[in-house]
């Protein structure tokens, strides 16, 4: 009892620490955002997407983006999460369904937090192909879906799942540039947040140890 004892307070030391580590990089990111040293990054990959927006690409590739955004946003975390803890209830996962729901709250509301402490205004160099009324820095779309998408992952527990919460976490960050609304490295800090967050709650996984 000792041994595991000792082994859960390291575990959740190193969660910690994780999380610690991610909101440092995060300030990282802001504060490199700030002086205009990833102006070269932010500019130029928007500018290639708004290029590529007004080509024939474009009338392809647009409606793909504005359906990911749909299905990052916070009502389509909701529409999943609505879906998902019925059938891990279902499937008696009662520890799964109450960690999957504390962990996006608690998730959602770092987010939120992290948006009034850095106040970003939105990008201006692309006409906005979607509604927003939130700050910019870090995405929130980049942050929850990190979130959202990797704790199925885990609860799936399936080598395919990190493969297709991947390519989903990928498109939906991308989606965002597309659209206009987020710089680059406002979805590389929202991924980073994301992925801490979720290092840090993987910690009380009920699952971890099976």
Not at 20 to 37: E, I, K, P, S
Not at 162 to 172: D, E, K, N, T
Not at 175 to 191: E, K, Q, Y
């Amino acid at each position: 009892m000792a041994v595991r004892s000792i082994s859960d307070r390291w575990t959740a030391q190193k969660g910690a620490g994780a999380l610690a580590l991610a909101l440092f990089c995060v300030l990282g990111v802001a504060l490199m955002q700030r002086a205009g040293w990833l102006d070269w990054l932010n500019v130029g990959l928007m500018g290639w997407a708004g290029t590529a927006r007004d080509g024939d690409i474009g009338r392809h590739l647009t409606p793909l983006m504005r359906l990911a955004t749909a299905i990052g946003d916070t009502i389509g975390r909701l529409a999943i999460l609505a879906l998902v803890l019925p059938a891990l209830l279902w499937l008696r996962r009662r520890g799964d369904a109450l960690w999957l729901a504390l962990m996006m709250a608690g998730g959602t509301a770092l987010n939120l937090i992290l948006k009034q402490i850095f106040a970003a205004p939105r990008p201006d160099l692309l006409p906005h192909l979607d509604i927003v009324h939130s700050y910019s820095f870090p995405s929130g779309h980049a942050a929850g879906n990190m979130m959202m998408f990797g704790a199925l992952a885990m609860l799936a527990r399936r080598r395919g799942g990190y493969w297709a919460a991947g390519m989903m976490i990928a498109l939906i960050g991308a989606s965002r540039v597309w659209l206009g609304v987020h710089w680059p490295s406002d979805v590389t800090a929202g991924w980073i947040e994301g992925l801490g967050w979720l290092a840090l709650c993987r910690v009380w996984l009920p699952a971890r140890r099976g």
